[in-house]
């Protein structure tokens, strides 16, 4: 009797919550029930708690996640503006294209009835509840959208740039959501009684090529006058990780980004039955910078997790970061007369190129030499205020870029782990749909990628390709640097990494629109915390000090 009542409780509740048709009134969205907002999941998959007690309530998790705030980024409603300015005569499939990744609900609506998503319309997403469409539209990469993902054509090419298939409604006209775990059949009934969606146990929700959907990009290129000029394998994570050695080892994407709680947890708070091996919804990644952000400017922004929510959640990234990410060595250090030489080696933990995806992020070397009385003899790769790094060429000029090193004798010359982008002419540019190739990409390689074997999409370019000491087990780079004194040295090295390089953000301020000035202002307003230390390495040389 308890749990009929309770059924029919939550039933009459769900219904009455759902607005009322209105007589001779057409639906502003015939297709509603293609996706449902996240807030309509997290009523019962909240207040989940594991057997050590840890909060794994997978709303609150996801909330607070890049995921969540998709459509919210600054930086990438700036890009998308930037990118329209560029190329006004594909504006409506810009829009569409970077739509199926960031505004997956309401691209995926628009595409079912024929046309092409867009971005500006939903904007800005403070006025989200305006309207249904807009309401999805905010709710960035929400719950039904990866849950609906069909595992038809998974990893394959027709799949890429956000292309990813909506599963269809069972015969019945039912909608299906995949999940890990088998579900009873009386669990089932009630999750359709209440949301219109069904369990369906599914084995691709837990592999890497549902995520390579979106988290493959490849772009084209448009000349002058709109027509296209190339294209671009612009993000390979999922063919990286192809290339490695993670594969074999049974390491998906999930693995990292989505690791397991130990213990029998429940998944659902009312009913739930506890499951072993629930899935963290914490998406960590590498992008704490823009978690700050979307912190900082909350209220401009309209995000809807709580501030200690965004914090947690950097939090987290910044742990993986510095846990799980690269590692440091100090080797072979020899002092001469008037000079000093040593090997940094960087070894890469992840199953992808380290930094992977969009192309605006770096990681670099800087590299302090002290003497015996703690004063500063060497420097390379000091970062500034501004988000820049002391001595890089291509901060601090749009026409050049920084090479990759296999030796280091002066303070100007600076490791940097980065992808650069060239246009038609080989020059460096920012602009997506103007690149065309890539002049550089010595961005480190993960465990058992062979360059050698690589294909173009995910090759190493420049003056990398042909360092022997840049291989799948790292990169060892040689410094020999003037070092007067008496012979007792410090050495310092730091492993940074910054989500949005400076002349990435930079390039964004010649242009006169709302988006790309909004983020130039944040860019320079939190510019000082741009990077993050993800590894440390100390080595004393000579008499003790």
């Known amino acids: ?83 329209t300015l560029d190329h006004p005569a594909h504006a409506g499939d810009i829009q ?70 909506v599963t269809a409604p069972s015969d019945r006209g039912i909608r299906r959501v995949f999940g890990p775990f088998d579900v009873d059949p009386g669990r089932r009934t009630i999750m359709r009684s209440v949301t219109g969606y069904e369990q369906v146990q599914a084995p691709h929700i837990r592999e890497s090529a549902l995520c390579a959907s979106c988290h493959t990009l490849v772009t084209e290129a448009f000349g002058e006058n709109g027509e296209v000029i190339g294209s671009l394998p612009e993000q390979m994570n999922f063919q990286e990780w192809q290339h490695s050695a993670f594969p074999a080892e049974q390491k998906s994407c999930q693995s990292c980004h989505m690791p397991r709680v130990a213990g029998p947890v429940r998944v659902a708070s009312v009913l739930g039955e506890a499951r072993d091996g629930l899935s963290r919804h914490l998406f960590v990644g590498g992008n704490v910078h823009m978690l700050r952000i979307l912190n900082r400017f909350r209220d401009e922004l309209g995000v809807a997790a709580e501030p200690d929510e965004l914090d947690a959640t950097a939090a987290a990234t910044t742990r993986q970061l510095q846990r799980d990410t690269a590692t440091l060595s100090i080797a072979q250090p020899t002092a001469r007369e008037g000079s000093l030489a040593f090997d ?74 980065e992808p650069v982008l060239g246009d038609r002419r080989a020059m460096p540019t920012t602009g997506l749909l103007t690149a065309t190739q890539y002049l550089k990409d010595n961005r480190l390689l993960p465990r058992g990628f062979d360059k050698a074997t690589a294909d173009s999409r995910i090759a190493v370019w420049g003056d990398a390709r042909r360092d022997a000491d840049f291989t799948a087990a790292g990169d060892r780079v040689h410094y020999d640097v003037d070092a007067a004194g008496s012979g007792s040295f410090t050495i310092e090295v730091e492993l940074r990494y910054q989500s949005i390089g400076y002349r990435w953000a930079h390039n964004l301020g010649q242009y006169d629109a709302p988006e790309p000035r909004r983020f130039s202002g944040y860019f320079e307003k939190t510019a000082p915390g741009a990077s993050v230390v993800i590894a440390h390495e100390e080595l004393r040389l000579g008499a003790e000090r």
């Open 344 to 417: 940094v080696l960087v070894t890469n933990l992840t199953g992808h190129k380290f930094p992977t995806g969009y192309p605006s992020r770096r990681a670099w070397l800087h590299v302090v030499v002290t003497d015996d009385r703690g004063m500063r003899i060497f420097e390379s790769g000091a970062p500034r205020d501004d988000g820049s790094i002391e001595g890089n060429d291509g901060d601090a000029d749009a026409q050049a870029f920084e090479p990759h090193y296999d030796t280091i004798t002066r303070a100007d010359q600076v490791q940097i782990y």
């Open 96 to 165: 569409d294209e970077c739509g199926g990744c960031h505004m997956p609900m309401t691209t995926q609506i628009a595409r079912a009835h024929g046309g092409k998503g867009a971005v500006f319309t939903h904007l800005p997403v403070q006025a989200a509840r305006d309207t249904a469409m807009k309401r999805l539209a905010a709710d960035g990469v929400s719950c039904t959208v990866c849950h609906q993902i069909s595992p038809e054509g998974l990893g394959g090419d027709s799949r890429v740039n956000g292309r990813f298939a």
């Open 1 to 83: 009797m308890a749990f009929a009542a309770w059924c029919v409780t939550v039933c009459w509740v769900s219904v009455a919550a759902r607005p009322a048709p209105q007589a001779g009134r057409h639906a502003p969205r015939p297709d509603v029930s293609l996706f449902a907002h996240s807030e309509e999941c997290q009523a019962c998959h909240n207040n989940l708690t594991s057997p050590s007690g840890e909060d794994t309530s997978i709303g609150v998790s996801w909330r607070s996640t890049m995921m969540a705030n998709s459509a919210r980024d600054p930086y990438w409603q700036a890009s998308v503006r930037r990118e």
